[in-house]
């Protein structure tokens, strides 16, 4: 869930706790306003405290991840963040119909990867190839190849350097597919698992009787 979703949920959640205590100081046990609406507000506090541990807690057990190991990805999903950005800046400055092509298919793997660590951290071990190395060198060549694409004059060395440049973004491309199917991997098994189940189940719908039930009844 969003951070700020869960700030509100937890706060809508804790207000009625927080009016009912007040009610209760003011009225029940005879408090005065103000000391009534210090213990509304602390009690408030405490409820608002324990939904975010519990909601925390739930999150990092469901991932099988320590608040360690979830504060060291978060950290590095939001440097891979900026990575983007700049990659994304760089996309729209591009000129070349090859190149633009080419970093629109890497940015849309990129952020497809982000987007799916993001929801299930636990995954970023399965990219880490991704986030540590291939993300670094697109973003690195991708900026220079826009620098050097945008100069007016050009020679024959400089239009050897932008197509080797577009041949290694080529083969980049590509380790960042890898990389997407390995942070899949999971699902792609459970899916292949799920499909031989099925392929058996209707077989078996296909055909009922097993060989000795068909000598049965043929006696």
């Known amino acids: 869930m969003h951070p700020f979703l869960a700030f509100l949920l937890r706060f809508f959640i804790s207000l009625p706790t927080t009016v009912i205590i007040w009610l209760l100081s003011f009225f029940a046990f005879s408090q005065t306003y103000l000391i009534s609406s210090f213990i509304a507000l602390g009690g408030g506090a405490v409820v608002f405290l324990a939904i975010k541990w519990y909601t925390s807690h739930s999150f990092l057990k469901k991932h099988r991840l320590t608040r360690k190991e979830y504060a060291?990805?978060?950290?590095?999903?939001?440097?891979?963040?900026?990575?983007?950005?700049?990659?994304?800046?760089?996309?729209?400055?591009?000129?070349?119909?090859?190149?633009?092509?080419?970093l629109f298919e890497i940015m849309r793997l990129s952020k497809r990867i982000q987007s799916i660590t993001k929801k299930e951290p636990g995954r970023f071990y399965k990219a880490e190839q991704f986030y540590f190395y291939h993300l670094d060198s697109i973003v690195e060549l991708s900026e220079k190849y826009s620098f050097l694409a945008s100069q007016p004059a050009k020679n024959d060395k400089l239009y050897f350097s932008l197509n080797e440049t577009r041949d290694t973004l080529k083969d980049l491309k590509l380790s960042i597919e890898k990389d997407l199917y390995e942070v899949l991997s999971s699902d792609i098994d459970?899916?292949?698992?799920?499909?031989?189940?099925a392929k058996h189940s209707l077989k078996t719908q296909k055909n009922p009787l097993n060989k000795n039930d068909e000598g049965r009844f043929i006696k």
């Open 190 to 197: 459970h899916l292949e698992y799920e499909l031989d189940v």
């Open 72 to 102: 060291y990805i978060v950290k590095n999903l939001k440097e891979a963040q900026k990575k983007i950005k700049r990659l994304q800046k760089v996309f729209f400055n591009v000129r070349n119909i090859g190149a633009f092509k080419q």
